[in-house]
């Protein structure tokens, strides 16, 4: 029996919490967690925590957002109550995924009142506009324009009180000010004494000109993620200012999620029983290929397959639509032999399952002979449950990191793995101050 510790569970997942107790032979912490008439979150802590290890065990899924205001309020009342550490045991980690989202975005937009002439040399590096090859070529200095170097150029010109008019007279400004230098090509009748070239000036700096290969205009391509929000850092700093001092979770869509927080983060693999499933109860696996269904799965695919000894094989995926409605027609290509062969897909989250059902239509029409789809996290929200009855998928093995009675009953294809003893294991080696670097181990 583990001594001196507090174990919470939140309102997404009560199985999970039941079922780590059991393991560690503790009772679940008493609280009270429900929510006013107006919709906000009440938690009342009944067991004393003080001087103890709380660990409060609440997975993203579901109601997102209530969860996550739920863990982060009872976080808070835990450390208000004088407990010694808090741990955040969050199977599925909310938000981690949303830098994958596309976004037809393509830079920051300009005023309306700038013309067509003004955006064509206008970017979003400079102010003013970093010349371009074919682009106009203004009487910079260097320039072969009958002066040929600095020197002369700065002999020319004297600091007055106007820094506009040089002391010749002419009005041609060799130093622009930067309020002058959005795109003079507008400013017909503004420039001083009417100098085309001095108004030509205005609109660039002086760069290499004369090495165009040198000059490279910012180009920003198709989805370009730009002044668009990410949620990542933000949910980050809110589990650490409501008092979390430990993290742990599961196969982070992205392991450099980590990076966000200033408290450690354990991110724990659901690689060993993935790849235990598929040795006792897929037949002939020896034979079989694990496919990643697309590039960004195949660390984890390739982790499996090397554990295992078999063949591997890629989906690439090509993401050239930009707008989110057009992302069901990308085209799909298979790298690798899987004729007359199970597939084993291997991919960390599914959450409307178009990308794995997919993939599955694209193996079974090169020959597959059995399509298996192992998943760490099950979300499956809109109509993933229909997509997947219907798909050439024969058979999907998910953990229970979210629950999964109401998909189960919906899906005969589905099946469940237990997670609960591996979270139970961290829990108490982490509560011990032993390693856990043993859950982490890919071989």
Known sequence: MVRNIVILGGNSHPQMTESVCNILCIPPGDRILNKFSGGESRCEIKDSVRGKDVYIIQSGSGSVNDNLIDLCIMISACKTGSAKRVTAVVPLFPYSRQPDWP???????LSKS??????KDYTFESVPATPRPGGPRSN????????HNLAEKLSKSVITEDPTVEANGNGVDYFPKRSDTISSASSNGRAHHG???????????????ENPSTISAFQPKPGYKQWVAQAGTLIADLLTCAGADHIITMDLHDPQYQGFFDIPVDNLYGKTLLQSYIEKHIPNYKEAVVVSPDAGGAKRATAIADGLEIDFALIHKERRPIKFTDQRNASMMLVGDIANRICILVDDLADTANTITRAAKLLKREGATRVYALLTHGVFSGDAIPRLNASAIDKIIVTNSVPQEDHCRLCPKLEVLDISPVFAEAIRRVHHGESISRLFQHD
């Open 195 to 209: 100098d085309h070239a001095a108004s030509s000036l205005r609109s660039f700096t002086t760069h290499d000109y």
């Open 103 to 109: 976004y037809n975005k393509t830079g920051a937009p």
């Open 140 to 147: 910079g200095l260097g320039l072969s324009n009958g002066v």
């Open 114 to 119: 700038y013309d067509t002439q003004s955006r």
